[in-house]
């Protein structure tokens, strides 16, 4: 029944690594996120995709690479994590038009050891 | 480009009493949605309340309330009758009708109620 669902929950890990974490809407929504909250709980886009194409990239590093096979999902992969990348990842939806509110997943908490 | 600003990093509140919670964001554009999002501890993101920038009425939900004053470019989100549960941190957001791909967060104001 979940409308967004990410996974994991929690992912601790290792400077160096590379992990991926998972994402799908089951709405029908067009419109997928990435949002990053870091510790002072500021949030911040990171990507959107809209049917599976790119439209925001806000100046991530490409160490995070965001991979939609199909518009319901939108996956997020990180390669060479480092320390600043402990933060909490949300998962968001949204079908067209503004005023429409975003639809979160339960976010991933990341911590980079 | 367009900002989000809470001035309230920490507010309180006794249970069954009121609580207004600031919020003021900068934009040239006229057209616009403004929205409060609460955060519990459970980490979960929800949708408190919207507003239309082009509708003058004040959003009302339940106990939560807007008071939108679009001049001043200011959104403030009222909490009547607070209850133990509506302990968690509240962010004010913001989107523009045209680019409506990217939700901006304001940094959050930390709502304890006491009871």
């Known amino acids: 029944d979940t409308a967004v669902s990410q996974t994991p929950k929690y992912l601790v890990t290792q400077m160096g690594n590379d992990k991926s974490i998972k994402c799908e809407q089951n709405?029908?929504?067009?419109?997928m996120y990435w949002y990053k909250q870091d510790s002072k709980k500021f949030l911040k886009i990171m990507f959107s995709?809209?049917?599976?194409?790119?439209?925001i990239n806000e100046t991530v590093p490409n160490r995070f690479s965001p991979k939609s096979p199909d518009k319901a999902h939108l996956n997020l992969h990180i390669n060479s994590l480092e320390l600043g990348d402990s933060a909490v990842y949300f998962c968001?939806?949204?079908?067209?038009?503004?005023?429409?509110?975003?639809?979160f997943g339960n976010g991933t908490r990341l911590t980079v050891t | 480009a367009q900002t989000v600003t809470q001035s309230q990093p920490e507010m309180s509140v006794q249970e069954a009493e009121t609580v207004t919670l600031s919020c003021t964001y900068d934009?040239?554009?006229?057209?616009?949605?403004l929205f409060w999002y609460k955060q519990p501890p459970s980490r979960q993101m929800i949708l408190v309340i919207r507003?239309?920038?082009?509708?003058?009425q004040n959003a009302t939900e339940n106990r939560f309330s807007v008071n939108f004053q679009k001049a001043a470019k200011s959104f403030s989100l009222k909490i009547s009758d607070s209850q133990l549960g509506d302990t968690a941190m509240y962010f004010c957001?913001?989107?523009?009708?045209?680019?409506?791909?990217?939700?901006?967060f304001g940094t959050g104001t930390r709502l304890q109620v006491f009871p």
């Open positions: 968001a939806s949204s079908p067209p038009g503004g005023n429409s509110p975003l639809h």
């Open positions: 709405l029908g929504h067009d419109t």
């Open positions: 995709y809209n049917n599976k194409e790119l439209i």
């Open positions: 934009t040239s554009e006229s057209n616009y949605y």
């Open positions: 507003q239309e920038a082009y509708k003058q």
């Open positions: 957001a913001f989107i523009l009708i045209h680019n409506t791909d990217k939700l901006i």
